[in-house]
T-cell receptor, first 109, second 116 residues
């Protein structure tokens, strides 16, 4: 069965420090992976998708099929990065998405 | 682009009444919409997949007779919580798939339901 695991509930780093939010997945098919972000009192919004191989707000994520991981990274954290981050796996022809439990990122000044 | 709205943003109702929540895609047509439930400090749990013009597909453990979903047009899906009870109190979030090659979804702001 498909599963998304985010092992850290809370990650706290200082401003300017590197950030890595971990995500591992389990899926027998070809995975489609996303990172969604939810800022305080705002809706969930797409941060990036693995297919695009893009960098958004300084964040990048590389799909590692061997390790079944899709970790989110940013070299220098900023205070405005504080938010809830969800790793998500898209699957099935019905376009479903399953979410990980989320990691709250807190950037200390 | 790709904005999804929900109405109402919050609702309080008495136990035993029914509540309807609307989800609209404002600037695109959504053949598929999704309804999620989010408990405090927890992740989103998919309840059902709503396809325009056909019956919704419910996830295992979700009562289809309690959570009625209607997707009558390409821009509107509704979730009706029937005979609501306090345990139905939650944050309900809808999303819409914009089509194209990706499975990404665009999310509404959510509706907080409180059943007294």
């Amino acid at each position: 069965a498909q599963r998304v695991t985010q092992p850290e509930k809370l990650l706290s780093v200082f401003k300017g420090a590197p950030v890595e939010l971990k995500c591992n997945y389990s899926y027998s098919g070809s995975p489609e992976l996303f990172w969604y972000v939810q800022y305080s009192r705002q809706r969930l919004q797409l941060l990036l998708r693995h297919i695009s191989r893009e960098s958004i707000k300084g964040f990048t994520a590389d799909l590692n099929k061997g390790e079944t991981s899709f970790h989110l990274k940013k070299p220098f954290a900023q205070e405005e990065d504080s938010a809830m981050y969800y790793c998500a796996l898209g699957y099935s022809s019905a376009s479903k998405i399953i979410f990980g439990s989320g990691t709250r990122l807190s950037i200390r000044p | 682009g790709a904005v999804v709205s929900q109405h109402p943003s919050w609702v309080i109702c008495k136990s035993g009444t029914s509540v309807k929540i609307e989800c609209r895609s404002l600037d695109f047509q959504a053949t598929t919409m999704f309804w999620y439930r989010q408990f405090p400090k927890q992740s989103l749990m998919l309840m059902a997949t709503s396809n325009e013009g056909s019956k919704a597909t419910y996830e295992q453990g979700v009562e289809k007779d309690k959570f009625l979903i209607n997707h009558a047009s390409l821009t509107l899906s509704t979730l009706t919580v029937t005979s609501a009870h306090p345990e139905d109190s939650s944050f309900y979030i809808c999303s819409a798939r914009a089509g194209g090659p990706y499975n990404e979804q665009f999310f509404g702001p959510g509706t907080r339901l409180t059943v007294l």
